[in-house]
């Protein structure tokens, strides 16, 4: 791949956005992205994602520059739609994927964050959608997605300004889950990543699967659907692992069947 790279430590994929200098999400990086959940889909050995950019930025927005080569609406629809696309596979990813967000995720970069499971940042991160600003709107889901995380009072002030918040801002609106100091925020996201690498494969990818019910209006779809994704994962071998090592109280050592 051109701009991201990888490596595996203890069941957790840790991926390098590598762009410079800006880590602008260009389409051949969001390509980039798509290619490394077809690497770790099935890959046992990899329980967690986690995402974060080399240099200065998590990715500072789109390349603009990809933008002038375009010259129909329609080309600009089929641009918006394949990282839609991609975001969403990245969003119900059978695995966790996690963001940690150092210098700036803006524009398509904040919406490439926003398809993650979790996002951590760094105090001093600056999150926003700036597309407004240039006559234009987000257009890789920021303006579905943005709303469910801070409301849709907070993401029309996010968008309407352009303005950027903080990353302890972001915590405080929903939008991130903790913020960290800059030399502590990798450290502690793979923390906190390989804690989640212990927990069940098949319970993960169900809960995954639940969280996506959750976001639609009917409540009691989505019981009925937790119904009975308790009682497939109740039968397998990780959950009589489970509840036979919380009986014997030790750690339990989960296999995915």
Known sequence: MEFLSWKVEDNVAIATISRPPANALSQGLIQDVNGLLDFVENDESVRVVVIHGEGRFFSAGADIKEFTSVQSGEEFTALAKNGQDVFERLENFSKPVIAAIHGAALGGGLELAMGCH??????????????????????????????RYVGVAKAAEMMFTSDPISGAEAVEWGLANRAFSDENLLPETLAIAKKIAKKSPI??????????FSKTPSFYDG??????????????????????AFIEKREPVFTGK
Do not use: C, H, W
Not at 203 to 212: D, G, H, K, V
Not at 231 to 240: M, N, P, T
């Open 118 to 147: 979790m996002r951590f940042v760094t105090e001093n991160a600056k999150l926003g959608l700036p597309e407004l600003s240039l006559g234009l709107i987000p257009g890789f889901a920021g303006t579905q997605r943005l709303p």
């Open 203 to 212: 319970a993960l990818r169900a809960a995954i699967q639940m969280l996506q």
């Open 223 to 244: 019981v009925a659907a937790e119904a009975k994704s308790f009682g497939e994962v109740f039968v397998s071998s990780d959950a009589k692992e489970g509840i036979q």
